[in-house]
């Protein structure tokens, strides 16, 4: 507290400082302050909720509203908010909306049909806005809110305030500021990439110049637990919360240290922004129920995982936390005018997936090869998956721009092709401008220049970008983009992946050990246990496996989600016909009791059909290596 007492807030560099006590000009500028906002409060929102009052599972939310001239206006909660590409609507969970004028006599409201805006008469006589908000995690009915992108109260424990899910707007208002301010529990301090405006006696105050801003900008509150790394010249916090503690943000904080170095040297030796934050909810609650996710912003990421030991959830948190980082390229310094200026309130969206999701899925793995940080085999054999999921899931030869202008309704379960397919096209782009460029110029190349030519405060139109691209880079690119990006034409993955000495096999048969032809999945405890069980082969029939036994443990060494791969990628590799093979796994008994049963049988071999394989040539042409080694930077290796 101000009063003497040590309290703790977070700078604009996130470093902790320890105040004990005030100084006399500190106290003129506190009141000077305070006349510049009395003087802005008629211009901007001024927004308050007060966290220590949560009733029902509802949070009261009070807006001193601008000036307004209309003699009726609309107020607007988000239908959808960027980076989501599905109708939020997160009207719905807004409840009493009352409107007032400055003497407090009540305005007429009334909510309109779309069940995002409410009608208020003599808005000219506006003075404030009140509602309450309750969260959408657990909200009882049915909706359409991603838990990343959702909001979480939960009292003495978190606070997960996405800002789309509690505060709106006024209609033809959105470009003015938004000053918001929360008074915290006890011991809760909030983890941001925002600077606040002042924060102290449990209340913490921001701003945001406009409503793109302010929606962009995830706050978490509770108990913290907080690690910030010096990346350059950029500070990066990782904030985590945990609640039975199995991960922290030291854990998290060590572990993406590599990523983010091997980012910065990716993107030329410098981050684009001053600062970024890592927001990790870990559930611990009902790991099943929630999703697991994450959302990506111009500055900060939010996450809803499964709270599990750290080392069984690190792989997941550092594919993830790339993809995300990778987002403070696109869209914050490429975008277009649907991105820049967006319509929270009817779904116009970019037709430039393939840039926005797919070119940073892309980066977010390119950077791990190029890095060092994965080997080239590792690396093929991640868009091996990713060509065979989009080919034999997803309708592969759905023009691209289609898909992006349709992800929220008419093409929304083809949406995660973005992440496969939409890696893959700025894959062949890469080989593609490489060849061109006789190994100078590539994919990062051409995100570099578009970065400089727009910027975050500049956008490109929708139906001028791949024009643009070709003045940029080679009109050769152009017919690319017609092709397989506009088109209907599947990417001849032989032609570009073979520019660098890939091969591209589409089918072949092999003969293998497995162990034994079934599906993994995770049971209701988050255990390793045995899915589908209709394709198992011979040896999977001499084991006799079970739909939902728990995996415990293969020939002696236990088996967990963190270690699958390598455990049975290592039996694969060393086993030899007529080993004995023992599996322990736990299976209910007639009382539906969980108990120890083992299975064994003689290792033997199966055969199998492989599909769209990716594997180097061991033999490629010196130009075929020329373009390799710039792809995959392995120059410095030669």
């Not at 002042?198 to 801003?213: I, L, T, Y």
Request: aromatic share 12%; hydrophobic share 35%.
């Amino acid at each position: 507290m101000m009063n003497g007492v040590l309290y703790t807030i977070i700078s604009p560099n996130f470093a902790t400082i320890q105040i004990k006590k005030m100084k006399t000009n500190y106290f003129i500028s506190l009141l000077l302050s305070v006349f510049v906002y009395n003087a802005q409060a008629q211009n901007s929102y001024n927004y308050s909720i007060d966290l220590t009052k949560l009733k029902n599972d509802e949070l009261k939310v009070e807006l001193i509203t601008p000036k307004v001239a209309k003699t009726e206006i609309l107020f607007y909660m988000p239908k959808i908010v960027p980076g989501t590409y599905n109708n939020s609507n997160f009207g719905k969970f807004v409840k009493n909306v009352r409107a007032f004028d400055k003497a407090g006599k009540s305005l007429p409201v009334a909510i309109q049909p779309d069940s995002n805006s409410w009608k208020i008469k003599k808005a000219n006589t506006l003075y404030k806005i009140e509602y309450n908000v309750e969260d959408t995690w657990d909200a009882k009915f049915k909706h359409n809110v991603y838990e990343m992108a959702g909001t979480n109260f939960e009292e003495g424990k978190n606070f997960s305030i996405n800002t789309c899910g509690v505060f709106g707007y006024l209609d033809g208002l959105k470009k003015i500021p938004f000053e918001f301010s929360f008074t915290r529990p006890e011991n809760f301090f909030a983890s941001t990439a925002l600077v606040p405006v002042s924060s102290g006696n449990n209340k913490d105050v921001f701003r945001c110049e406009n409503a793109d801003r302010l929606y962009d900008s995830p706050i978490m509150f509770c108990v913290p637990d907080t690690t910030t790394i010096r990346v350059g010249v950029t500070d990066v916090l990782v904030s985590v919360y945990s609640p039975k503690h199995l991960i922290t943000s030291k854990f998290v904080a060590e572990n993406l240290k590599t990523l983010l170095f091997a980012a910065k040297n990716y993107l030329g030796g410098r981050l684009p922004v001053s600062r970024y934050a890592f927001l990790y909810y870990f559930n611990g609650e009902q790991p099943t129920v929630y999703g697991q996710g994450a959302w990506e912003h111009s500055y900060s990421s939010f996450y809803s995982l499964r709270e599990r030991p750290e080392n069984e959830a690190l792989e997941q948190i550092v594919d993830f936390s790339s993809h995300e980082f990778f987002h403070i390229i696109t869209p914050l310094n490429i975008c277009s005018k649907e991105v820049r200026e967006f319509n929270f309130n009817e779904t116009i969206l970019s037709k430039h997936l393939w840039l926005y999701e797919g070119s940073t899925e892309y980066d977010a793995q390119h950077t791990q090869v190029t890095q060092g940080m994965i080997t080239p085999q590792e690396y093929l054999k991640r868009l091996s998956q990713k060509i065979l999921y989009s080919r034999k899931l997803l309708n592969d030869t759905l023009s691209f721009t289609e898909l992006s202008l349709g992800s929220a309704d008419k093409y929304s379960s083809q949406y995660y092709n973005v992440y496969q397919k939409g890696a893959l096209i700025n894959a062949c782009l890469d080989l593609y401008l490489n060849k061109l460029s006789d190994g100078n110029y590539g994919e990062h190349n051409l995100k570099h220049d578009l970065s400089l030519l727009y910027g975050p405060a500049n956008y490109f139109n929708d139906n001028e970008l791949f024009d643009k691209i070709a003045q940029l880079t080679y009109p050769e690119i152009r017919t690319f983009f017609t092709k397989y990006v506009e088109g209907t034409t599947a990417l001849p993955y032989e032609e570009f992946f073979g520019m660098a000495g890939v091969d591209y096999i589409a089918k072949r048969e092999t003969e293998s050990f497995t162990l034994g032809g079934f599906s993994v999945v995770l049971n209701e405890s988050g255990n390793l246990a045995v899915g589908n069980v209709s394709r198992l082969n011979d040896f999977g029939k001499k084991m006799g496996y079970q739909k939902g036994d728990e995996l415990v443990s293969l020939n002696g060494e236990e088996l967990k989600q963190s270690n699958f791969v390598q455990l049975t990628s290592k039996f694969t590799t060393t086993a030899k016909e007529g080993d004995i093979v023992t599996i322990l796994i736990k299976r209910k008994n007639a009382s539906g009791v969980l108990e120890p049963v083992t299975l064994s049988a003689p290792a033997m071999k199966t055969r199998k059909t492989e599909e769209h394989i990716l594997e180097l040539n061991p033999n490629p042409t010196p130009e075929q290596l020329k373009i390799r080694n710039a792809w995959l930077n392995l120059c410095k290796s030669k």
